[in-house]
């Protein structure tokens, strides 16, 4: 008889042997998890409520705030650093517990993060990311939270990231990778 846990290995392992395409997008992505299952359309609304929360903390936390993004790109505060740095080392910590102790989703399915290598593209994709970020005052995180608190004027940078996404699509074979 066949375990839950080796059911949803088995049948990974046969998600990734057939799809050719998976792997090769695997090679271009930092981490691919494509869950096979299904749920009703309500099932989402646990994404809209953390969406909110997230939007929440990042206006209280100010993280949306152009002048104290403008402080950090002059280097005249700590306060975004700080927030980015709490960020960055949660995330290594998160991954790393992940990897250590092979934690699954909340469905069992194994979560495989696959190893990145460096290329040049990155570095131009982060410099015209840094370049928008400190021109705008904007990411692609607090886009929405700026909106919702009636900055309106944001649509503008989302239908910009929206665009620039767009043409990434369209003429990613063509660039550096």
């Known amino acids: 008889m066949t375990t839950g846990k080796n059911k949803a ?3 990974h392992h046969q998600f990734l042997t ?3 395409d998976f792997e090769v997008r695997s090679l271009d992505t930092i981490c691919v998890n494509e869950s096979e299952l299904s749920h009703p ?3 989402n ?3 809209l409520l953390a969406g909110i929360i997230f939007g929440i903390i990042l206006v209280k936390a100010e993280v949306i705030s152009w002048f104290r993004i403008q402080e950090m790109f002059r280097l005249q505060s700590f306060h975004m650093f700080g927030v980015i740095g709490s960020a960055v080392l949660v995330g290594m910590i998160s ?8 934690i699954k989703t909340i469905y069992g399915e194994p979560i495989e993060i696959p190893k990145k290598e460096f290329s040049r593209g990155q570095v131009y994709g ?3 990311f840094g370049f928008g970020w400190a021109l705008t005052g904007a990411c692609p995180g ?3 939270a700026q909106i919702g608190t009636g900055a309106t004027v944001i649509l503008v940078s989302l239908l910009s990231a929206v665009a620039g996404t767009w043409v990434y699509g369209r003429y990613r074979s063509s660039l550096p990778h």
Not at 95 to 102: E, F, H, P, Q
């Open 41 to 43: 359309w309500w099932y």
């Open 142 to 144: 607090p886009l929405f």
């Open 18 to 20: 057939k799809n050719t």
């Open 45 to 47: 609304g646990k994404y």
């Open 95 to 102: 991954v790393g517990l992940i990897k250590r102790y092979r």
């Open 126 to 128: 982060g410099l015209i």
């Open 9 to 11: 290995e088995k049948k």
